[in-house]
């Protein structure tokens, strides 16, 4: 199958900082990525939709000018978390869609907010 | 609208023993259901999906899961457990075939493999 990266695996950041969090599509066209969050022991909530060339359209309750999202190109998607805080601290995954209309997903990034 | 009820948050089975897990969902659409598998510090695998055809649907692995629309139900199964099971399932809805709109995750149920 397809495959989806994601840079870093794992950060951890002071209180007050940015955060930047890649996906890649490695071996596929992504015109769409989703990025989800999961909370330990829960399960994955969206984010965002993010379209190759226009801007994310984000999910009720979160906050844009927060998780700014970038989709420069079909096989990179960025996930930036401004002024992080440790209620930001979470585990953050994306999926691509592939040709197919099947969605790949990151294997996550685990973000620790200190 | 759409929602997916995983019944179980932790089942716990024996190895060799048959695995149930159990899902119903809520569509407004014809859905497309989907069992994802996530194990520790690893990214989500599909196990499987069912996108209006067969309604008994194989996965990966052995496992496989039956769509029931009078029930609406697609509960996981497989017929012989294998320590290497042992891990958080998702199931997952999506209002039609495509890849193009976000999924929605059930809560999720943990297997234990006993040896």
């Known amino acids: 199958g397809a495959v989806v990266s994601q840079h870093p695996s794992w950060v951890i950041c002071k209180s007050g900082t940015s955060v930047k969090i890649e996906c890649r599509s490695l071996d596929f066209q992504a015109t769409t990525m989703f990025w989800y969050r999961q909370f330990p022991k829960q399960s994955l909530m969206l984010m965002a939709t993010s379209n190759e060339g226009s801007k994310a359209t984000y999910e009720q309750g979160v906050e844009k000018d927060k998780f700014l999202i970038n989709h420069a190109s079909l096989t990179l998607s960025t996930l930036t978390v401004t002024s992080a805080h440790p209620e930001d601290s979470s585990f953050y995954i994306c999926?691509?869609?592939?040709?197919?209309?099947?969605?790949?997903f990151g294997p996550g990034t685990r973000l620790t907010v200190l | 609208a759409q929602s997916v009820t995983q019944l179980d948050s932790h089942v716990s089975v024996s190895e060799g023993t048959p695995v149930l897990l159990r899902c119903n969902y809520s569509s407004s659409y014809s859905p497309s259901l989907f069992w994802y598998v996530q194990h520790p510090n690893k990214g989500l695998q599909l196990l499987l999906k069912y996108t209006s055809a067969a309604t008994l649907v194989k996965g990966i692995n052995g496992f496989e899961a039956e769509f029931k629309k009078s029930e609406t139900s697609f509960h996981l199964t497989k017929p012989s457990a294998h320590m290497s099971d042992a891990a958080e399932y998702f199931c997952v809805v999506s209002p039609i075939d495509t890849g193009r709109r976000a999924l929605t995750f059930g809560s999720g149920t943990r297997l234990q493999v006993q040896p």
């Open positions: 999926s691509g869609t592939s040709s197919t209309d099947t969605q790949y």
